[in-house]
């Protein structure tokens, strides 16, 4: 009886990297469906679009077995400190990643909606800002997965790298639909979808801080670089 | 000695109650927040949609000392079953009314962008789409507040009545864009300021299901009638 207490953590041990590997394996889930809508920004392609809208359901089944996972450990294993703080951010990570999976779709069946994209600039800054949200989302993962407060931070210090091409991608797409009025529903889509980008990056900030959290015990309180000027004014 | 139990539960059974109302308060002021955009919808005031979004700071720091009071009792307190549900479920109705005060911020300054006004239909629609999400919002809190699950099962199933009038609302929106070919920033406002609203009674929606759960114990697992198939096309 005497190795009671270790058998115990390891089972809580295994069951948290258990928690972090379906994590992983969720982020992997929206990272592909985000290079799949990305593509469907360059060819026009409605069966992948769909195939994105399907696998969103996907994201959200591992956001629900996710949230089970760890309702049962804080129920059975009632963690404190550091284990705590990693089952608390599961759960927070994983409501970020589903939401990543709605801007996700939301963008691939607006970018099916285009029947013919506009003959401009905009198009081309799309896939550029959809790149590095991309980068952002596989960083901040890193981050998590190697626990990595410093790389958290700076994904987290960086954020305006997001909302300046997101700024100068609304400029162009106004400019585009200005010398076209005919093309109002396009040129509305082409502004969702950034709009839609920018949310992912958005969230990926949000992972970081989580990320930060998770890994020093200190939660990142300062208002971070503050997206959304972009497009609004400033007030 | 003897009492030393009770007085432990009802130490609990009081942290519990404030954190209800730390939520009902944050609440609240969400509320107060998205009135005041609204307010900005009908008369245009630069002045008060600065204080919404000063007034968005206030729900980030809500939402930071729920959170902070969450991670305390699970860790003091160590919570299962439905006191477990309770605290998990406040840090998600947190984090939603957190996004509504985002997506309320957003359209205050929007709404203040506006110089003019397009001399059409869709800003009718707009308040009207404001009023329902606001009725629901205040429908769903008053559910967490009595722990309706019926109630909360009565809003989660006509997310739709919102999905409709968005719809019609975006098309109002195109319509009127297609007749005034140089108000495209103006109409891009518009449409982003119905999508914010149609957000926030998709919140409205996901705090509906945290009620319901928090209520009977069982997850609303189904998919819910579903946001965002306007403006989008079938696919």
Redesign the interface.
């Known amino acids: 009886m005497s190795n009671s207490a270790p058998h115990i953590v390891s089972a809580f041990e295994d069951a948290l990297k258990r928690l972090k590997s379906a994590i992983v394996q969720m982020a992997g889930a929206a990272e592909t469906q985000l290079d799949q809508a990305l593509s469907c920004l360059t060819h026009r392609n409605?069966e992948l679009?769909?195939e994105v809208?399907r696998s969103d359901?996907q994201l959200d089944s591992f956001e629900?077995e996710i949230?089970?996972h760890?309702?049962r450990l804080?129920?059975l294993r009632?963690p404190?400190?550091d284990d705590?703080?990693e089952v608390?951010s599961a759960?927070?990570i994983a409501?970020n990643l589903e939401r990543i999976g709605?801007h996700t779709a939301?963008s691939a069946?607006?970018a099916?909606?285009i029947e013919v994209f506009p003959e401009s600039a905009p198009l081309l800054g799309l896939p550029n800002l959809g790149r590095l949200v991309r980068q952002r989302l596989t960083a901040v993962i890193d981050a998590y997965v190697d626990t990595d407060a410093e790389a958290a931070l700076r994904i987290w210090n960086t954020d305006d790298e997001v909302d300046a091409l997101y700024t100068s991608l609304c400029a162009e797409i106004?400019r585009s639909?200005?010398t076209a009025?005919?093309q109002?529903?396009a040129?509305?889509?082409l502004?969702?979808i950034a709009?839609n980008l920018e949310r992912i990056g958005d969230h990926a900030t949000n992972i970081a801080e989580v990320v930060y959290y998770v890994s020093t015990g200190k939660?990142l309180?300062d208002?971070r670089p503050k997206a959304?000027r972009s497009?609004?004014?400033a007030?």
């Open positions: 409605p679009a769909l809208v359901a629900h949230e089970a760890c309702m804080l129920a009632q404190v400190a705590l703080r608390v759960l927070k409501a709605d939301n069946k607006r099916a909606a106004e639909a200005s009025p005919g109002f529903t040129h509305m889509h502004m969702m709009k939660p309180l208002e959304d497009c609004d004014p007030l």
